[in-house]
């Protein structure tokens, strides 16, 4: 017999991969960080059978991530998932004003404890740009603190991951669907110039074309080579895992074989503290190495795999 919390967090789960139709993963939501590597699933469905497996075993216990972006079975199918993360009251007041009695009765809205904290899904027939949060450039993060900008982020491509309900958050509460949960179909363009707008006014950089590499279509937080740039700070709330196992991953594939593992292993310890405020602790650390190298592991496997089978294939040609 499964268990109360087993029953909810499978229930939700069940929702998001199969009445919105996105690809759902266990999460730690209360420490904002995921079991497993969920970037070999942008591209491809999870299959059902291994979405079935995850609830059998308890899996989404501890929370539920998805991946915005194409929608891949049920009702919505081909379409994309958007999310918008508002992250301070200049933000709502800016997206929603005071809309969000109609706006959650059209599409999915989500919240927690936190009133100045909200997501929005909008359900469109093609991706968005996507746009990464201001608050790691300095330049921004006092005006975003002080709530003189909107602090939003929008995720539409498959390059990134959004902690949903009806998963634990770490104030104690629970997000929760506040409204509908049959949302329509909204139209790309119009969603996108909403968005622009709302930059345009406050002089943030959005759009495919944006010059603010940071906020280009293909973004999922700052580039590689801004990640190891001195200077750069990701600030707690603000994908500080992410940050940092794109680090690692990047150290180990560039790595492997010419330093040993505990060498890379010191390298992305020491660039976490330079770069996460506050730093990932030690636990933290040891999760995102082990889901980083496995996934590196994978990485160079398929690539010796795919070197072996050319070499094969000259051979037969030759």
């Not at 991530?65 to 992250?87: E, M, S, T």
């Not at 599409?107 to 909200?118: F, G, I, R, S, Y």
């Not at 450039?137 to 309900?165: H, Q, T, W």
């Not at 190891?228 to 990047?250: A, K, Q, W």
Request: with cysteine.
């Amino acid at each position: 017999m499964i268990s109360n919390i087993t029953a909810v967090m499978n229930q939700s789960a069940d929702f998001w991969h199969n009445d919105i139709g996105v690809n759902v993963f266990p999460a730690n939501t209360k420490e904002k960080n995921t079991f497993e590597s969920w970037t070999e699933w942008q591209d491809k469905p999870i299959p059902d059978e291994v979405h079935e497996s995850r609830k059998k075993n308890g899996y989404y216990n501890n929370g539920i991530a998805i991946i915005p972006g194409r929608i891949w079975r049920g009702h919505y199918k081909n379409k994309y998932l958007v999310a918008i993360d508002l992250d301070n009251k200049k933000a709502i007041d800016e997206f929603v004003g005071s809309g969000l009695e109609e706006l959650k009765q059209q599409t999915l809205v989500e919240q927690h404890a936190d009133p100045n904290k909200l997501h929005v899904y909008f359900i469109v027939e093609r991706e968005i740009p996507n746009k990464t949060s201001d608050k790691v450039d300095i330049s921004k993060a006092e005006k975003i603190k002080a709530n003189e900008i909107p602090a939003l982020e929008v995720k539409s491509n498959s390059k990134g991951i959004m902690f949903c309900s009806t998963s634990p958050h770490a104030d104690g509460s629970n997000y929760q669907i506040i409204g509908t949960r049959k949302p329509q179909v909204f139209n790309a363009q119009d969603l996108e110039n909403r968005i622009g707008g709302i930059c345009d006014k406050y002089g943030i950089p959005y759009g495919f074309n944006s010059n603010n590499g940071n906020n280009n279509g293909n973004s999922i937080g700052p580039s590689i080579q801004e990640l190891f740039t001195p200077g750069t700070e990701i600030l707690e709330g603000h994908n500080r895992h992410l940050g940092i196992l794109r680090v690692m991953d990047s150290l180990l594939v560039k790595n492997m074989g010419f330093l040993t593992l505990e060498q890379i292993k010191k390298l992305a310890y020491e660039r976490n503290q330079e770069l996460c405020v506050p730093p990932l602790d030690d636990r933290d650390i040891e999760r995102q190495w082990k889901q980083s190298l496995n996934w590196a592991n994978r990485k160079i496997k398929e690539r010796e795999e795919s070197e072996k089978k050319q070499q094969e294939q000259q051979k037969q040609e030759a």
